[in-house]
């Protein structure tokens, strides 16, 4: 008996080594060229995502993937990143989404950690063409995301109260910025489709519209003229037809009617999701794993502080930034960019200069905004005479770390929410809002995407209406003639690079 079953578990262990080989292989296969050909930040992500995952492979639905989106959009940290990690997730396990976190993030991370040592070595200013190549680039990227935020404007608007909110937290974003600021527009636009969907507030308004009109067609005030149209209402009315005053009974079905969510039947039934898309982890074990992040993101900030002088080591700091950073930053790279200017620059480990180069850099790769952790990371370890590798490291992992682990928690308790209806009219809102900071993003860029020499910050690209023609012909191009990211992105390039030649012919 001993022997059988020892023969058994040797033959039990290759059979998981190749079944594990076997996922490993689709989901290289599937994810390999991403991390090199996803151009243009999370918005383009997301479209191209899309397409890849629900159109070509089939590995989610659209519904799935429109709540991952939610999820996405709703937590901290990269929201493309956290995307992929959970199709990978639904799809293959945990083994299967790290391994396509790493497919999706090094090529990038590693690029940017090569251009970093070449940063670090080269004099205050660059040569004018490199700026006017950047701000081409930066250009490209602006109509690139932008196309990007229609496209995606189009599965999110399902009915008027979802396009006001696209409207509304678009222009809230590009009025004001800050870390709260984010997800509390976000928190809105769900706690919006929920009582809209649910009519919370059209019951109440309706009992005091029939109050006001009942009392206008009684008051005695109301006047010979006032009491002759009444009259005449009631004569063509006839007698069948209840007037502005009459009651009538409302059945139990009716009553019920109200507090139901609207839309369609369809709409409102619990939704029956495959065993394939279903994500088999308990609530439990997912409250654990977001208990057990905030205890350690609170024992990272409480050692920062707490530290005698001189203070933490410097990598130390960089790394409790940069978890701070990934835990309360929401919006995904267009949003983490200009504000890491306040972890890093404003620490004085890396100069203006530097910055705005790793910005314009940071648009024109393939993968990750957040790789330009890795770029910040190497470079603040360089003029603190540490490691670049280690710089690079520990930024990497700290920036990404948080919205990994909360959404790999929140899947956990997901899988027990998913159906309910009022969660459903909440991430109605949500992706809503979440679009509409797409639009706020395209701004943000846009006001910041043209550097040269002398700036200590990015100008408008309206300050040259050079770059504005690179914007909507990236638009353009993508819109009504199939260009596709790289190649718009590339092609600006070469068009800042034209404008150079021109000024300075």
Not at 212 to 224: L, Q, S
Not at 415 to 423: D, E, H, T
Not at 461 to 479: C, E, F, H, N, Q
Request: hydrophobic share 45%; net charge positive.
């Amino acid at each position: 008996m001993s022997s059988t079953g020892a023969g058994e578990n040797r033959g039990e262990l290759p059979r998981r080594l190749r079944a594990l080989a076997r996922r490993g292989w689709k989901v290289l296969r599937v994810n390999w060229h991403l991390g090199v050909t996803a151009f243009g930040g999370p918005p383009v992500h997301f479209k191209i995502f899309n397409e890849k995952f629900v159109q070509k492979s089939k590995w989610v639905d659209e519904q799935v993937f429109q709540e991952i989106f939610s999820i996405s959009q709703s937590l901290s940290g990269p929201a493309s990143t956290k995307m992929l990690y959970c199709i990978n997730l639904l799809h293959g396990g945990f083994m299967a989404a790290l391994f396509s976190f790493l497919l999706w993030s090094l090529p990038g991370a590693i690029g940017m950690f090569g251009l970093s040592i070449g940063v670090s070595s080269i004099d205050e200013n660059l040569p004018r063409i490199v700026y006017a190549l950047l701000s081409g680039l930066n250009s490209a990227t602006v109509g690139v995301i932008a196309l990007a935020a229609v496209e995606l404007s189009q599965k999110a608007i399902t009915d008027p109260l979802t396009r006001i909110i696209v409207f509304v937290t678009a222009a809230a974003g590009m009025l004001y910025n800050a870390l709260w600021y984010f997800p509390v527009l976000m928190f809105v636009s769900g706690v919006a489709t929920l009582v809209n969907d649910y009519r919370w507030i059209h019951r109440p308004l309706g009992t005091l519209v029939r109050k006001v009109k009942r009392k206008r067609a009684t008051h005695p005030e109301a006047g010979p003229q006032n009491s002759a149209t009444t009259t005449r209402n009631s004569h063509e009315l006839g007698p069948s037809q209840p007037g502005p005053s009459s009651e009538l009974p409302v059945s139990e079905d009716e009553a019920n009617k109200n507090e139901r969510p609207s839309g369609s039947t369809a709409e409102n039934e619990p939704r029956i999701v495959p065993q394939e898309l279903r994500f088999n982890m308990s609530w439990k074990t997912g409250t654990v794993i977001i208990v057990t992040f905030f205890l350690s993101f609170i024992v990272a900030m409480v050692l920062r502080s707490v530290l005698p002088d001189p203070g933490p080591p410097i990598l130390y700091r960089l790394f409790s930034n940069m978890y701070l950073a990934g835990t309360i930053i929401f919006g995904g790279g267009p949003v983490v960019i200009p504000l890491l200017r306040e972890y890093v620059v404003a620490e004085g480990w890396v100069s203006a200069r530097d910055f705005l180069i790793g910005l314009a850099l940071i648009q024109a790769f393939p993968g990750p905004n957040f790789n330009i952790a890795v770029f910040l990371g190497s470079l603040t370890a360089i003029n603190a005479g540490h490691s670049s590798v280690a710089g690079a490291l520990i930024a990497w992992v700290a920036i990404f770390s948080p919205g990994l682990i909360l959404v790999h928690g929140t899947m956990g308790l997901w899988s027990a929410a998913r159906n309910r209806r009022w969660v459903k009219s909440v991430l109605r809102g949500i992706n809503a809002g979440a679009v509409g900071l797409i639009y706020t993003a395209v701004y943000r860029i846009f006001m910041v995407g043209y550097i040269d020499q002398g700036f200590q910050a990015g100008r408008s690209l309206g300050d040259d209406p050079w770059w504005v023609v690179i914007t909507a012909t990236s638009y353009v191009g993508g819109r009504y003639f199939k260009l596709n990211a790289p190649s718009a992105i590339v092609l600006g390039g070469l068009m800042g690079l034209i404008r150079y030649g021109v000024v300075n012919a």
